[in-house]
């Protein structure tokens, strides 16, 4: 890292009504987006459907760009760290879609979430984001009630479900890495349709060539709510939820954005609920609660002594 600094908004900018509102739309579709693939693996494997996303994901945000007339191609300093935001946009996703193949969608998107963790970690040493005892509360607490309303631990785990979790996990810290990457690079001073399209792009050979290793096919003409469950990742998901999550992460605190991330799973496991018949649990009102309380703690309004600005080394 070098000690280039941008300026970028302050670290403990407070999130507007807005970014909330916006946020608890990004949790709602990814609390979704698991349950999509899952829905789609019986007839996409899951590295193909990677894939797949990421190409039409790619062609959505050059059109974005090219309607905004946004320059996607122009010198400005931003390769070096948009190729490596890239390169761990795709391995995430190689653990992300492998790992739910040996664990269920609900415990998956519990051990994600050791991503707002690393991402509070990173932000003090490389951003400046300071958080203090109770916002480091409000995170544990966030993470209780998301383990709390899915059930782990759970009596019936073997090794093969272990692998799985240990594969989200490490989505979790790559997922983390790549927004620690966008808001501490010149990246952050580039759009959000040039920064995602730095990662789509460079996921799809990533992706493309995990999907070979493991002898993937797809052997019959997907079904009707495979093509719609691919449709909802690549639109909406990558085509509009995460440009937004970009244009977000351009202009607040990452260690806060990154906490209202904890309500993914709870949608999720809403979602899986009304969707495939998943039974909800008497804790899952409790653990709502802790995540709530959690999110109130780390975004609790006149808080003076978050987001105190350090210097920021830029990669």
């Given at each position: 890292m070098s000690s280039h600094r941008l300026n970028a908004a302050p670290a403990g900018r407070p999130l507007s009504p807005m970014a909330v509102i916006l946020m608890v739309m990004l949790c709602l579709s990814w609390g979704f987006n698991q349950i999509a693939i899952k829905l789609a693996?019986?007839?996409?494997?899951?590295?193909?459907?990677?894939?797949?996303?990421?190409?039409?994901?790619?062609?959505i945000i050059l059109l974005v760009?090219?309607?905004?007339?946004?320059?996607l191609f122009e010198r400005d300093g931003t390769l070096k760290a948009g190729l490596l935001a890239g390169l761990f946009f795709g391995f995430e996703f190689i653990m992300i879609y492998r790992g739910?193949?040996?664990?269920?969608?609900?415990?998956?998107?519990?051990f994600l979430y050791v991503a707002p963790f690393v991402v509070a970690l990173g932000s003090r040493r490389f951003l400046g984001e300071?958080?203090?005892?109770?916002?480091?509360?409000?995170?544990?607490?966030?993470?209780?009630?998301?383990?709390?309303a899915i059930g782990v631990p759970q009596p019936s785990v073997d090794a093969t479900v272990i692998l799985g979790d240990l594969m989200a996990v490490a989505a979790g810290i790559l997922w983390a890495v790549t927004t620690l990457?966008?808001?501490?690079?010149?990246?952050?001073?580039?759009?959000?349709?040039?920064?995602?399209?730095?990662?789509?792009?460079?996921?799809?050979?990533?992706?493309?060539?995990?999907?070979?290793?493991?002898?993937?096919?797809?052997?019959?003409?997907?079904g009707a709510v495979a093509l719609a469950s691919l449709a909802y990742q690549t639109l909406w998901v990558v085509g509009v939820t995460f440009l937004i999550w970009f244009f977000l992460i351009k202009s607040y605190s990452a260690s806060k954005l990154s906490s209202f991330t904890f309500m993914t799973p709870l949608f999720g496991v809403i979602g899986g609920h009304l969707?495939?018949?998943?039974?909800?649990?008497?804790?899952?009102?409790?653990?709502?609660?802790?995540?709530?309380?959690?999110?109130y703690l780390v975004n609790r309004p006149g808080d003076k002594t978050a987001g105190s600005r350090l210097p920021v080394t830029k990669i």
């Open positions: 693996l019986p007839d996409i494997p899951p590295l193909t459907q990677a894939t797949i996303r990421s190409i039409g994901g790619l062609l760009a090219q309607v905004r007339r946004i320059p739910l193949l040996y664990t269920t969608a609900s415990r998956a998107v519990v300071r958080l203090n005892s109770l916002q480091w509360s409000g995170l544990a607490l966030s993470f209780a009630g998301v383990a709390l990457i966008i808001k501490g690079s010149r990246l952050v001073q580039a759009s959000a349709e040039k920064a995602l399209a730095y990662q789509v792009a460079a996921s799809v050979p990533i992706l493309a060539l995990g999907a070979a290793l493991s002898g993937e096919a797809i052997t019959q003409m997907p969707i495939m018949g998943d039974p909800l649990s008497l804790a899952f009102a409790g653990a709502a609660l802790l995540v709530m309380a959690g999110l």
